[in-house]
């Protein structure tokens, strides 16, 4: 069954269509991939499907329901979750803390139980701590919690914020580009928690420009070029697709794709920045 | 003050057989008479008074207004002109900008008096700051100013204000403005002689508002009070807008001052720092001018805590054999609670324009003259040559347009009123 | 000038000179702005002698007094500004006139008050636990109702302005201050307003090195000093003190991690108005009365004494008002008071010039 539904979503930036007229599913427990050259549209469609942006036509379902048009908070508490392409901690908050930050959707407490310090807001706020200190563990970051989190070294940022996103208790983990910047070391730890987040029911959607994660821990791949879906299947499917090759290497291009590409040491070049703010 | 029925036939027989005589130009005081020889008098004059009515003003100014519009009333019951009726435009130079009179107001005010032709004559402004603005406009239009609050100095004598150029605001040369109440240099030398003689105060720490008239008023006060033998530790210019002023009042206490002197205006802060010399505890005594005469100082320093401030100002005229007869005058259609010590100033003044105009009719042969520019400059004239009994006393003018009557009243803060204590002479300056 | 020029490129080496200008561009700013926290405290300490000097340790440790207590108006003010900024970049030119307003709402619950039988100016100054009662009544419902000023306003005039260009919502701000000043003078006039609170704290608390403190400096010092510790506890350890940090460092991220942006932003409005609310409620008290224009010079210092501890810091903003309130009194009797506003500003400049992060901008874990 289908946990996410992308039905035909497009997305304009005045005369530029980002993203046009795309379709697929995220199966529940599936890990997805979406690659495509810089500028395909993909990280734009993480956005629609966060709501950071509203779609411009198209629907967007969660377990069924649209979440098209909804505040970013709220798709939050519906149980979908994302990380950032260039890492997007609260640099100047210790790493529990932008856990507990994370958790901010499942809290039940008011703000007027928040302003006036009400017991309640306190024996939340010890549970959430709880919580947040067992989740770093779980990602073998509990060494960092007091931490600043722009003092973690770089591939345990990329976990703090994976970190984070889980605090929230998805259903759903979008990773934008998770790998990038990792050393080989560290990009097999990364496969290792996301297949351990899988094995512990989450779903996982990820953008990533590695091939060799993506042909590794994909179920399933997505391919995005100039914001059109080309291809779709499993990641020999997709290996083998022409047109894919073709997007990637340019035409009469042969089947090299596994080494196709190598990543960037660090997402600094804003063209990859596809779309993040319109101007 | 004197009597209807008495005064009549007296008054009434000098004006005629004056003007019978060679047409001069005495305008006396109380002249009650029916508009004697305008009887066939038709058509209307039209006066006006621009005077801050609103915000912080509006205590002082708005009962000085009243004071111009019993004039007015009792100019119209008495049939003054005769025949003729009298309009009477009020303008109000406090903005809602500056939340208090605004030259800029008062400039614009008498823009309009002096291009509407039937204006004769106008009463004001109250304050020097709007004086300056006013003048020039007024005196190109060769229209007649008649302050009743003024006390700016550098107004009509030149050289006497470092900060006012006092030709440039008689740009014809010719004088328009005058005043019915003394000038600050007379006001600062009584203030310090009051100050030295009986505070026996010897060390004075000065603080003005920063105005042309707080400004001024200090000014003189320090030069008078150090000719008179004694020493002033600090002079601050502080803006209107300070409501703490707790740095300079500390800073007295340490310079062991036994006076404080404030030139400024109660809006600016003469309650607000009478009541803060006690949270600071300054034992000085505290001396300041008319501005300060006004409700708004019990509004700022209220209950006892504003009891025993002592500031000059015009006496208040009600208290005086002269005046005694005003706040019947004026109760008869004003609440008298919101008669000031300027009311009689207002009336007095609005009635010298009025017997200006009647004499300028009466030369005229009864008849309202058709050419506004020499109807103005001859009401003018005859305001120069008035010699006035009114309720603030004899009233004649200098070359200068200054009044020659240099009465001041002492007053006392007590029980959230000001009260008179005694009626002094100033020094001669 | 010219011949100046021949010379000295006659005596250095070729290439000697830019180099050196270079350096002395980029280490003089340095140095001063690391040492401008030394340069501020040596001249108030400097400013502290020479007063005491001329005056007498007990006037200079009087005007001491009287530069905190002043200092802790500015600092509670401060506190709205830094926050506002911190989390939306906004300089709320309308903070200082919430500023007032909360003072008339102070002078106004208590006439509702005695509307409804209790009469809190003869039952404040009757007896110490009059003025508790009445503080107790007056402090959190003046705060209530700043606070909902506040986010009226960010949700009436600053809301839909959040994506658009940094100048549109500042002057809609001034335009927000306009609005306030102009309904203010409209409602209580021109004049000072009294507040009529006029022996509800009186009398000497104690005295300290000869420095006489009264009740009153002692309320407006703990109101500010316990306020700033509260909110600076609230800001580090609550729920939505992390939110409100998270939102400032990254509003994108924060709201993708669940936070509510627009509650986040209100709850900011809300604490830092109730704030001004709390400084203008022991203003009135200790003033005594209240004027409409009050905000426009208050909301400047206040926002001076924000930049002065570093803009969008909390711990800054108090300090900067303290240390404003200090250096404006010192300021006005060492040189007259009528450079006390050429003091302030010119301190502005200052730290604007030669260390615009502020003292405590460096530190922006506390910001929020």
Known sequence: MSLLEIDHISKRFGGLLAVNDVTFDVGDGEIVSMIGPNGAGKTTAFNCITGLYPVTSGDVRFDGVSIVGLPPHRITALGITRTFQNIRLFSFMTA??????????????????????????????????????TILSGLGLERYADMYARNLPYGFQRRLEIARALASGPRL??????????????????????????????????????????????????????????????????????????????????TQMHTARSTPLRPANPADDEGERPA | MHTKSRLIPILGAVALALVAACGTSSTGGGTTSGGGGLAGCTGSVTVASDLPTSGGDAAIGGGTENGVRAAVLKAQQEKLLGGCTINYIPKNDASVAKGEHDPALGAQNMIALTTNPAVVGVVGPFNSSVAIAEMPIANRAGMLLLSPANTNPGLTIAGSRPDVDTNSLRPTGKVTYYRIIWNDIAQGADDAQISYKELNARKAYIIDDQEAYGKGLADFFEKYFKQDGGTVLKHVALPGTTKDFKAQLTEAKGLGADLLFFGGVAANGSGIIYCQMKDVGLTAKYMSGDGTVDPQFFKDCAGTNGDGAYATSAPDATKTSAGAGFTPLYDASFADSSRVVYSPYGYDAMRIVLNAVKAVLVDNGGKVPTDSASFRSKVIAKVAATKYDGFVGHIEFDQNGDTTNHAFGLYSSKGGQWTQSEVVQAPPV | MAQKTTDAAAVLPPGRQPRLDALRLRLLPQLTARAFPIILVTALVGMFLRIATTSGGEIAGEQLKNGLQIGAIYALIALGYTMVYGIIELINFAHGDVFTLSAFYAILFGQLFGFFGLNVTTLAPSSAGGLIACLLLLFPITMLAAGITGVLIERVAYRRLRQSPRLAPLITAVGVSFLLEGVMFAKFGAANYPARKDGWVHGTAFTAGGVPVRWNDVLVLSTALGLMFALQAFVRGSRLGKAMRATAQDRDAALLSGININRTIAATFFIGSALAGAGALVYSIYYNSVQWNLGFRYGIIAFTAAVLGGIGNIVGAGLGGFLIGVISVFGSQLLGGEWENSIVFAMLIIVLTFRPVGLLGMRVPDRA
Do not use: C
């Open chain 1, 96 to 133: 529990v803390d932008n856990v507990m930050v994370g958790e901010h959707s499942r809290m039940h407490a008011k703000v007027w139980d928040a302003i006036l310090r009400t017991p309640k807001a306190r024996r939340e706020e010890r549970a959430v701590e709880g919580h947040a200190l």
């Open chain 1, 173 to 254: 983990l979008l990773l934008d580009e998770p790998a990038a910047g990792l050393n080989p070391q560290e990009k097999n730890e990364l496969m290792g928690v996301i297949s351990h987040l899988r094995d512990e029911g989450l779903t996982i959607f990820l953008i990533e420009h590695d091939m060799r994660v993506v042909m590794e821990i994909s179920d399933r791949i997505v391919v995005l070029d100039y914001g059109e879906k080309i291809a779709e299947g499993s990641p020999a499917e997709v290996r083998n697709n022409p047109r894919v090759i073709e997007a990637y290497l340019g035409s009469g291009a042969t």
